[in-house]
């Protein structure tokens, strides 16, 4: 029984990378690549026997014997919601390993966040709702992911598109089906250019509208920088952005493909280590 090694994006809605050590029956995952959690497959989902038991020392036999972090990113299946003016890539859903994995699409919006996530904030928008407060001080402002999941669904809406691609090693992608795909749509082969390199598309025309985008990537850049593939440019803009905010950097650096800037990078998980002690 050989032991596969890989590296997943976790969806929906996004929630960083995930480390597998996969021997078929089990399964051991780490999201933060010194922790793992162990799940056995056996028919009762329980250790039951022999088999399970042997299964269960081949795969510490292969987390004991695993190659060096970050494992190969595997999720090359990637669900898009599409914007409806230009039926391009809009939004990543959620990400498969393989074609025969694809499932049916429940739900066609995206969400940006956990619906018990809080704390993300957009300094653009509290300064433009600020002035909306003083007109009308009794309104409640709205938070900052409710605005952003209604900015990114309403780019997509009322009859919104969703479709799976397959992303070829040169970062193309091969069209598939989805939901409300017609056949025009069906096998069509994008361009790299034409997927958003993060989560979601990154020009907006809307200068409020782009700075809660830039918001929301640098929220997530500490997760981001564990994306294998990703050009130098938005590299180097999440690795600033995270040491901005350390504090989410230690659960996360582990996995990082490459470090362009390691002084800084040095810096705030010094940092990071500190805020956690105290």
């Given at each position: 029984m050989q032991a596969a090694y890989y590296a997943l994006r976790r969806f929906s809605p996004y929630q960083g990378v995930i480390q597998v050590v996969d021997v078929g029956a089990a399964r051991a995952y780490s999201t933060d690549g010194r922790h793992w959690t162990v799940r056995l497959q056996s028919p009762n989902?329980?250790?039951?026997?022999d088999?399970?038991?042997?299964?269960?020392?081949?795969?510490?036999?292969?987390?004991?014997?695993r190659p060096h972090l970050p494992f190969p990113q595997q999720d090359q299946v990637e669900l898009w919601?599409?914007?409806?003016?230009?039926l391009l890539p809009l939004a990543l859903i959620k990400t498969r390993r393989r074609l025969d994995e694809i499932d049916a699409v429940e739900n066609p919006s995206w969400q940006p966040f956990l619906t018990t996530a809080s704390g993300f904030r957009c300094a653009a928008l509290?300064?433009?709702?600020?002035?909306?407060?003083?007109?009308?001080?009794?309104?409640?402002?709205?938070?900052?992911?409710d605005v952003l999941e209604r900015q990114v669904n309403l780019a997509a809406r009322p009859l919104p598109v969703l479709q799976w691609f397959q992303r070829l090693p040169d970062g193309s992608?091969?069209?598939?089906?989805?939901?409300?795909?017609?056949?025009?749509l069906r096998a069509r082969h994008l361009p790299r250019e034409a997927f958003p390199e993060l989560l979601v598309a990154d020009r907006?025309?809307?200068?409020?509208?782009?700075?809660?985008?830039?918001?929301?990537?640098?929220?997530?850049?500490?997760?981001?920088?564990?994306?294998?593939n990703l050009s130098d440019t938005t590299?180097?803009?999440l690795e600033a952005a995270a040491c901005r905010n350390p504090a989410k950097l230690l659960?996360?650096?582990?996995?990082?493909?490459?470090v362009l800037d390691n002084d800084a990078m040095q810096v705030a998980l010094v940092s990071a280590k500190l805020i956690r002690a105290g």
């Open positions: 989902h329980r250790v039951a026997g088999t399970d038991a042997v299964t269960a020392d081949h795969l510490m036999c292969a987390l004991n014997e919601l599409l914007d409806k003016t230009t509290e300064e433009a709702l600020m002035g909306r407060r003083r007109a009308a001080p009794g309104i409640t402002p709205p938070r900052a992911q992608g091969i069209g598939h089906d989805g939901l409300r795909v017609d056949d025009r907006w025309p809307d200068p409020a509208a782009q700075a809660l985008v830039d918001a929301y990537h640098a929220w997530h850049a500490p997760a981001l920088l564990a994306h294998q590299r180097r803009w659960d996360n650096h582990a996995m990082f493909p490459e």
